[in-house]
């Protein structure tokens, strides 16, 4: 049977992001960026897809590195789109972004160094890294393209088969851009599993869920990695392209050890993903029955777990167990619940039995396939009932209270996951339609419950808390082929320099929050209806903006962590919803990286500079700067001022430091630069961390 092609499945597909800058409408006469984008990426795309699977036959690859995908049949979607994979979408949003950051910004740059940056990422398996050299290449093409389509020979002007695209696919080869772009939709599943003793029957559970996906029958490319932690060691990291080898890598896994409650958990998230660099959107499941020892420790710790997951776009789901003896429950500590609501992960508790943790095989190949949140929020209750079980008559009346959560279902989701965690009388919790009819739990967790539902009627549906759960946290993450979804990052514009827009990684307090709005399936939008949100950690609504131009401007920005929530109304008349995934601080400083030509890479035996700005929106101050490196061999010539920066009051300091890179360092070493700058009176403190790259 031929396999669908990627054009075919993306060829009516609108990947017109709605990133409209203030000073020119993208697509007025014809000269939108992303639509531009599309037509360079999908025909080659298609080749790259058409090439690997006549090589492979519509199995596992000459390499034997991964199971292939079976072969395809067209799927129609909503308005007879054609559909591609979740995977796919995301790469080409980061190349977007890097396009839109490009424009933003007035940058410019060669394209033959942009090929190489390009090779030697993709080589080093840094995709991120490639996909925004790529996105800056894209958006030199596009200057050519809108300066033909201005001449007045527009019938000339059509996307070149020889732009950057093409150029690097033959460069690199299939197989290598294949990664780059997430062409055929490759995921790895990663497995962290705590190892100590009393963790030998949710190892055994892992493996029936590894067992119960070989019976499902998925379309894209499927790799393990496995990696086990305990105290005090973690590893060895390993990732497997057959699921008979993982299987036997479960097998001799050996419980062992343990005993005070704690174990090296964030070494052994951090790793996994370092040591595999997985395909964007990876999901990872971890296995344990005990609380982190490694929330501060200084090589790893929490903070560096939820970079690197956020890095790579996985997201972290817990399947806790309750260990025997008076260990706390691992889902109490507070620092698992961040990584999850970092991630966008979830989080289940599955008591002293792992029977019942051996039924989540569908949760994982959910996750496996892609999934956008619909919804999520958490209820604190002081107070109230503390047994379990049916109610005393004067306990009736706060027992028949309901919280009503209601969120919209629209009819691009094909199937919906819903995840509450309650402190007690779990089996009260009602999950209705939008008829008000009741749907069964689909799985009861200890202290939760999980509903799994099908095809799901689209509307309003409301999932019925009563007061007696006690506190509560919930999330509902939604799927389908391809995820109705966003992304967005905040920018400032230069005084005296509307048109310039510097990107910056959190809003500062004292300013109106300026946001940047990226969705890939904006053509299944009503445009005019977009709101965006700021939610804090309880889903409570902080702010609220319209949409105006892919700009949504928040005159204050929250004072507490907060998510972004996009809502509207699809063009079928349905409400919908998303949530971001990061969690979003406002700081009063921030240090950010000036643009220089050599985009972030190192020139080897030679000194380069590389600059930052800091911006100070506290009290006037004096920041201190810190730089450190994650590889050895890099030598600070012209160190920061030992003095410091004195900042003004709403006024930012540029910084400027001199690199060398010794000439035996190998090209294409990726080396990660950490910066910290620490006001000396008011001791605030603001990072940056950026790879750099040896050439």
Not at 291 to 306: H, L, M, Q, R, Y
Not at 455 to 476: I, Q, T
Request: positive net charge.
């Amino acid at each position: 049977m031929r396999s669908a092609t990627l054009l075919s499945q993306l060829s009516v597909l609108a990947i017109a992001l709605l990133y409209l800058p203030a000073a020119q409408s993208q697509s007025l006469d014809g000269y939108d960026m992303f639509d531009f984008a599309k037509k360079q990426l999908n025909p080659v795309s298609e080749k790259v897809e058409e090439t690997l699977h006549r090589v492979s036959g519509g199995g596992p690859l000459p390499d034997g590195g991964r199971p292939g995908a079976r072969p395809r049949t067209k799927k129609r979607g909503p308005r007879g789109e054609s559909l591609g994979n979740n995977r796919y979408v995301s790469a080409m949003l980061q190349v977007n972004k890097a396009m839109a950051e490009a424009q933003g910004r007035r940058l410019s740059f060669d394209p033959t160094f942009l090929k190489t940056v390009t090779k030697l990422a993709v080589d080093a398996n840094e995709m991120k890294k490639a996909r925004d050299a790529l996105g800056f290449g894209m958006y030199e093409d596009f200057k050519k393209y809108q300066a033909c389509m201005k001449s007045g020979s527009r019938h000339k002007c059509g996307p070149s088969s020889s732009g950057i695209v093409a150029q690097i696919r033959s460069l690199i080869g299939d197989e290598k851009f294949n990664r780059l772009m997430a062409v055929q939709g490759d995921a790895d599943l990663i497995f962290t599993i705590d190892t100590t003793g009393s963790m030998s029957e949710e190892i055994n559970a892992a493996k029936r869920i590894v067992e119960s996906i070989a019976r499902y029958d998925r379309e894209r490319p499927v790799r393990y990695t496995l990696s086990p932690f305990n105290d005090p060691h973690t590893g060895p990291v390993r990732r497997y392209g057959d699921r008979s080898q993982f299987l036997r890598a479960l097998d001799n896994l050996r419980a062992t050890g343990g005993g005070d409650c704690k174990e090296m958990t964030f070494h052994g998230i951090y790793n996994a993903i370092n040591e595999t660099k997985p395909p964007i959107e990876s999901p990872m499941f971890v296995f344990t029955d005990a609380g982190p020892k490694d929330e501060s420790t200084p090589d790893v710790n929490k903070d560096d777990a939820i970079g690197k997951a956020l890095d790579y776009f996985v997201p972290v789901s817990f399947f806790y167990s309750t260990s025997p003896g008076s260990c706390r429950k691992p889902s109490e500590f507070d620092s698992f619940n961040e990584i999850v609501d970092a991630t966008e992960g979830m989080s289940m508790q599955f008591g002293t039995s792992a029977a019942k943790l051996q039924q989540m095989g569908e949760i994982v190949i959910s996750a496996l396939d892609g999934t956008s949140t619909v919804k999520s929020g958490r209820v604190t209750v002081s107070g109230g009932p503390k047994r379990r079980g049916p109610p005393g008559i004067h306990s009736l009346h706060r027992l028949t209270m309901n919280r009503r959560n209601m969120f919209p279902i629209d009819e691009s989701i094909s199937k919906f996951i819903v995840v509450i965690t309650v402190e007690r009388n779990e089996e009260l919790v009602e999950l209705r339609d939008p008829n008000n009819g009741i749907v069964a739990q689909t799985y009861q967790l200890e202290n939760g419950a999980i509903w799994v539902v099908h095809r799901p009627r689209s509307g309003m549906w409301s999932l019925m808390v009563p007061f007696s759960v006690g506190s509560h946290s919930f999330k509902v993450t939604a799927s389908s082929e391809l995820n109705i979804d966003f992304d967005y990052y905040f920018i400032r514009r230069l005084p005296g320099n509307s048109r310039v827009e510097i990107p910056i990684s959190e809003p500062l307090i004292g300013e109106p929050a300026i946001v940047k709005v990226l969705i890939p399936l904006a053509n299944r939008l009503q445009v005019s209806s977009l709101r965006l949100d700021a939610l804090d950690r309880f889903g409570n609504v902080l702010e609220m903006s319209m949409v105006s131009r892919a700009t949504a401007t928040f005159q204050r920005p929250p004072s507490v962590p907060f998510k972004l929530r996009l809502r509207g109304t699809t063009v079928g008349g349905f409400s919908f919803e998303r949530i971001s995934r990061k969690i979003i601080t406002a700081k009063s400083a921030i240090i950010r990286m000036v643009y220089n030509k050599n985009y972030y890479t190192l020139p080897r035996g030679k000194r380069s500079y590389v600059r930052f700005a800091i911006h100070n929106n506290g009290a006037s101050d004096t920041f201190r700067v810190n730089l450190a490196f994650s590889s050895r061999g890099i030598q600070i010539v012209s160190p920061p001022s030992a003095s410091g920066y004195h900042v003004r009051s709403r006024g930012q300091r540029y910084v400027s430091t001199q690199l060398e890179v010794p000439t035996s360092m190998r090209k294409g070493t990726f080396i990660k630069m950490f910066v910290t700058a620490r006001g000396t009176r008011s001791g605030v403190t603001t990072k940056l961390s950026a790879q750099l790259m040896v050439m």
